[in-house]
């Protein structure tokens, strides 16, 4: 049994807390991401995992089995770091088969699989070439071949691919995505890179200093966050958030944006459920989930500046407190100067309360 319990996981170095009691169950065969800026503690909690460090406080449970006091070596458990550590004097080959060797599995055994793992990272022209002659990118390649050809139940990659370069990247998140399929592994996937999480994980983990933030799919983190430090993190760029006070209309309850006017009226649901309390609130919607609206029905901001990306124009509107991006196709004709009304999809809307941060009410 490959799944994987943290329960009330606590990680302090000294009276430094690296890790805020975690509690996370991960399912076997899923595919989690750990997901957070640099010192937010995922290397920390994947260590713990891996038998590298003990934790301060709490339990890790593979299946029903207490891993306290079990060394990395019993654990079962595969893993990739950053830094790929190939011995660069071997082969690919010989890097790919070292530990069914080392296990002494039989020469056609060792054979068939270093073939099967090099066709699926397409290392297969490579087999003979020396490691010390290859690029950082094959050689990450090799480095994860080397612990996936173990097959085991458990695989911990820790930033696998901040080292390759950006084409590489795209090319091995669908590699590492069948390789996870093929094998039906548990992987645990460390990353501070969003985007990696999102394509790749069946559901992601977010944490910021130490602590879980929010536990989710991919659509669910980004639709519904929990608060307002995924709603920012999540997504490229991040959610637009603008402070301001729930007000009855004619039309509704809307949020009075003080010197950005008036939101349009809230969906229903939210409405209700933001009327049920009092106090400042953060006005949220997706970047992409926006409309040019007719005067009167939407923001109005000015174009500060227009960034096209190719598929897509970002258009940075406003400033300071009250600045904006929203996302279009390339074809959208703005310009630096002009004001533009957007109007956030209803659907799409989310409210975060000011002083806590935390979503409020009718999300989903
Ligand atoms: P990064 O991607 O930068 O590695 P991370 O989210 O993986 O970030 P961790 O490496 O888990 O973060 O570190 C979490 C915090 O714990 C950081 O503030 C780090 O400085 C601290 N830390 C980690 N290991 C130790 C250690 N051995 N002694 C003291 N502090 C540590």
Avoid: W
């Avoid at 997901?35 to 995922?42: A, E, F, I, R, Y």
């Avoid at 070596?73 to 190939?86: P, S, T």
């Avoid at 990696?196 to 992601?204: G, K, P």
């Avoid at 966050?225 to 809307?254: H, K, Q, T, Y």
């Amino acid at each position: 049994m490959s799944a994987i319990h943290l329960q009330n996981l606590v990680k302090r170095f000294g009276d430094f807390t690296a890790l805020k009691t975690m509690d996370l169950a991960i399912a076997d065969g899923e595919f989690m991401a750990l997901l957070g800026p640099s010192g937010c503690g995922k290397s920390t909690t994947m260590n713990m995992i891996a038998g590298m460090e003990d934790p301060s406080e709490g339990k890790i449970l593979f299946g029903d089995r207490d891993m306290a006091g079990v060394p990395m070596g019993r654990r079962g458990v595969g893993f990739v770091f950053q830094n790929y550590a190939i011995f660069t004097h071997m082969t690919v080959r010989q890097n790919l088969s070292y530990g069914l060797r080392m296990r002494g599995a039989p020469r056609a055994e060792i054979d068939r699989r270093t073939g099967a793992i090099a066709e699926l990272l397409q290392l297969t022209p490579m087999l003979d070439r020396k490691a010390d002659r290859l690029s950082v990118n094959i050689l990450q390649r090799v480095a994860i071949g080397r612990s996936a050809i173990m097959e085991p139940a458990i695989f911990l990659l820790d930033e696998p691919l901040s080292n390759v370069d950006a084409a590489f990247r795209a090319v091995m998140r669908t590699e590492l995505k069948h390789l996870q399929r093929q094998f039906r592994q548990t992987m645990v996937y460390v990353t501070h890179d969003q985007l990696e999480a999102m394509t790749m994980a069946d559901r992601i983990a977010v944490m910021d200093h130490g602590v879980l933030q929010q536990v989710g799919t991919p659509l669910d983190v980004y639709n519904n966050p929990a608060n307002v430090f995924v709603a920012r993190f999540i997504g490229a760029p991040g959610m637009n958030l603008l402070m301001g006070r729930p007000a009855e209309s004619d039309r509704g309850l809307v949020v009075d944006l003080g010197p950005l006017g008036v939101t349009p009226p809230l969906p229903d649901e939210l409405a209700a459920a933001l009327r049920a309390r009092s106090g400042d609130v953060l006005y949220g919607f997706r970047p992409e989930q926006v409309s040019i609206a007719a005067e009167g029905r939407g923001l109005a901001l000015p174009v500060n500046f227009v960034e096209r990306i190719g598929a897509r124009t970002i258009v940075h509107l406003g400033q300071g407190a009250g600045a904006v991006k929203a996302v279009f196709d390339n074809d959208v004709r703005v310009a630096i100067g002009e004001t533009l009304v957007v109007s956030p999809v209803a659907a799409s809307v989310r409210v975060f309360d000011a002083a806590s941060g935390v979503a409020i009410g009718g999300t989903g």
